[in-house]
């Protein structure tokens, strides 16, 4: 089983639609998870960090956490076309020295 | 804001040669990190720094080295490229501590390195 499982996509919303993404993980003792946007042809860029369960909300974003059922997802409000790009799920287990553990990503894409 | 530069953008290099990938952090991060990212497969990380001098091997450190004499340069040796190399290698650099913000890793702009 795969360290951190993520739908495969493409997921694809019109303009202004809620777009959910959603990200599995094996280990229960990950204490720190991420999402990163990556566009086409960029390195990827961090958006949003979650740390307990229950939902974060920063702009537009929403990541919610729940360690019980080992699940963390993205929701994205009023998707816009600017939010068409591969979203990277990442997740820490602690005392690993820092290193992360990623997905292989979901393709977005917002059509107007 | 936490600013990673890498050497080159794009690398063109033989097969047999030596290649050098350098990157460089300003925000004092402890923790430096190489991945290489190909179609399908997604980010896989090669070997990762946690201090000054200390290494770790990632999940496919085959076929490369690193180095890390000073806290803000991780470079990462191709010791004899091979096109099965040809790939987006992108460092990333992270600080370790507790609790929000913990882990949070940044990434450079990458380098695209064919092998021919």
């Known amino acids: 089983q795969k360290e951190v499982e993520q739908n495969s996509g493409p997921l694809s919303v019109p303009e202004g639609a809620i777009a959910s993404l959603n990200c599995t993980y094996s280990?229960?003792?990950?204490?720190?998870f991420f999402w990163y946007r990556q566009y086409s042809g960029k390195s990827p860029e961090l958006i949003m960090s979650?740390?307990?369960?229950g939902d974060k909300e920063d702009g537009r974003f929403t990541a919610q956490l729940n360690k019980a059922s080992q699940y963390v997802s993205l929701l994205i409000r009023d998707s816009q076309p600017s939010d068409s790009a591969t979203y990277l799920c990442a997740v820490n287990r602690g005392s690993t020295l820092g290193r992360l553990y990623f997905g292989r990503g979901t393709q977005l894409t917002v059509w107007p | 804001d936490v600013k990673v530069t890498q050497s080159s953008r794009y690398l063109v290099k033989r097969t047999g040669e030596i290649v050098f990938l350098e990157c460089v952090q300003d925000?004092?991060?402890?923790?430096m990190f190489w991945y290489r990212q190909d179609p399908g497969l997604g980010l896989r990380l090669i070997y990762f720094?946690?201090?000054?001098?200390?290494?770790e091997k990632g999940d496919i450190p085959e076929g490369y080295s690193v180095s890390r004499e000073k806290k803000e340069r991780f470079s990462l040796i191709l010791e004899s490229a091979s096109t099965n190399q040809t790939s987006m290698y992108l460092c990333?650099?992270?600080?370790?501590?507790?609790?929000?913000?913990?882990?949070?890793?940044?990434f450079g702009p990458g380098t695209r390195l064919t092998v021919t």
């Open positions: 720094s946690y201090d000054v001098k200390m290494k």
């Open positions: 979650i740390y307990s369960n």
């Open positions: 925000m004092d991060h402890e923790n």
């Open positions: 280990d229960r003792v990950s204490q720190s």
């Open positions: 990333a650099s992270s600080l370790s501590l507790a609790g929000e913000g913990a882990y949070e890793q940044y």
